[in-house]
């Protein structure tokens, strides 16, 4: 098996060739065309089958193995998930005094590894959105986190010991790309203000909850993974999606909480023949149960 280095300097032979560099050149000018849920994707994938015989001669002339020559069709998914259980009180003393909810508009924030690539970040509605669509060097997409910020006044009533959260919200994410691709993005979240074991318990992600922060967010779940042998697409998706957790809260202190749609820098990267990727993310409610009595 060869190295790594052995690998891209067979590519880079291979993409300085003037066919190739004819394909590349088609496929630039398709991507160009590419916005938000519109990926083009019908016309990448008659780009490639047309180019098939010339791409895989290609392969062939520089001894490398692996070509996105072969494509996927649609791996498609609408979920509706992490639809928390009800909170079960072991603790008598966990007698419930007042329920409230917060919503948005929330405040939206990103970070993310600027030499990885150039993101291009927006706000549709109460949406942030994001899309990178690199040429045809392979790019990290990690560490990155598109966030919502949600700031929470504990009510000043001595009588609340703890608090159970359900943070309702939404994402969408569509892209298609090529050989030597993997993504598995992350459902992450960090909390200030909230004595939570739940949280504690939960692994460090490798991003940052701003740039240069010693601060990591926290992975709830990883939404899904996909690694691309091949050229392929994708959607996944849930409209009405929740998780929940709870903690101890001292009455009349704020509770800082951002909930993100996140890549880590390990698992997600583009492929090496071009790629788009453009995601959703919306955090629409946080229900709250205050109760007497610890977690």
């Known amino acids: 098996m060869i190295s790594k280095e052995e690998r891209q300097a067979k590519l880079t032979l291979l993409k300085n060739d003037t066919a190739y560099k ?11 065309t590419a916005k938000g849920r519109n990926t083009n994707y019908a016309a990448v994938q008659k780009l490639f089958t047309a180019n098939k015989p010339m791409l895989t001669g290609l392969k062939k002339r520089h001894n490398v193995s692996g070509m996105g020559i072969v494509l996927h ?20 003393n966990l007698a419930t005094i007042l329920k409230r909810s917060v919503s948005g508009p929330f405040q939206t924030g ?17 949406k942030i959105t994001w899309t990178i669509a690199p040429g045809d060097q392979q ?4 560490a990155a986190a598109f966030y ?33 691709a993997s993504i598995a993005p992350i459902l992450a979240y960090w909390v200030d203000g909230l004595n939570s074991v739940t949280y504690q318990n939960k692994p460090e992600s490798d991003i940052p909850i701003v740039a240069a922060s010693g ?17 392929g697409q994708y959607t996944h998706e849930s409209q009405n999606a929740s998780f929940g957790f709870g903690g101890n809260v001292t009455p009349g202190r704020k509770i800082i909480l951002r909930v993100a749609f996140g890549y880590e820098a390990e ?3 583009t492929g090496d023949f071009g790629a788009y990727h453009y995601g959703e993310f919306e955090l629409k409610q946080i229900k709250l149960q205050y109760s007497k009595g610890s977690e």
């Open 215 to 231: 601060q990591r967010f926290k992975v709830f779940k990883t939404f899904f993974t996909k690694q691309f042998d091949v050229t």
């Open 22 to 32: 004819r394909f590349q050149h088609k496929l630039a000018a398709i991507m160009k």
């Open 148 to 180: 919502a910020v949600a700031e929470i006044d504990v009510p000043d009533d001595p009588q609340i010991l703890s608090v159970f959260m359900n943070i309702q919200y939404s994402y969408f994410t569509t892209g298609w790309d090529t050989e030597g």
């Open 110 to 126: 990103d970070v993310y590894d600027a030499g990885g690539g150039a993101w291009d970040i927006g706000r549709e509605g109460e």
């Open 73 to 92: 069709k649609n791996n498609q998914y609408l979920v509706n998930e992490d639809r928390p259980v009800a909170q079960v009180a072991t603790n008598t």
């Open 267 to 269: 698992g997600n990267h």
């Open 139 to 142: 790019t990290q997409l990690g």
